[in-house]
């Protein structure tokens, strides 16, 4: 089995920082590539940023400039840092994998949602 924990999600003032992880452990062969995603008003995820095996990166256009999305490759860990905090930034923060299990098939995984409110 597989398991994503996220952590970092928080309370913070308008203009102030918080640093978002999603660690990735078990049965895990590779990983292809890492994201994280907001809900929107409509129910849905959308992309806030990504990155792949290869540090390709993508970001959404309302974050560029003020997250940073990073990975350590040897701890199947995410990270996803945010400067420059604004209250339309508040949101449940999801962390997305897509991965090759352990002698099975590839997968694509959610993590439980971690909250980002941004708030004077």
């Known amino acids: 089995q597989v398991q994503l924990v996220e952590s970092g999600g928080g309370l913070v003032q308008p203009g102030g920082s918080l640093r978002l992880a999603c660690a990735a452990s078990?049965?895990?062969?590779?990983?292809?590539?890492m994201g994280w995603y907001r809900q929107t008003q409509e129910n849905q995820r959308e992309l806030v940023a990504t990155?792949?095996?290869?540090?390709?990166?993508k970001y959404a256009d309302s974050v560029k400039g003020r997250f940073t999305i990073s990975r350590d490759s040897a701890k199947n860990t995410m990270y996803l840092q945010m400067n420059s905090l604004k209250p339309e930034d508040t949101d449940v923060y999801y962390c997305?994998?897509?991965?090759?299990?352990?002698?099975?098939?590839?997968?694509?995984?959610w993590g439980q949602g971690t909250q980002v409110t941004v708030s004077s």
């Open positions: 997305n994998v897509d991965f090759q299990m352990l002698f099975g098939r590839r997968y694509n995984y």
């Open positions: 078990g049965s895990i062969a590779s990983i292809y590539a």
């Open positions: 990155i792949t095996s290869n540090d390709v990166v």
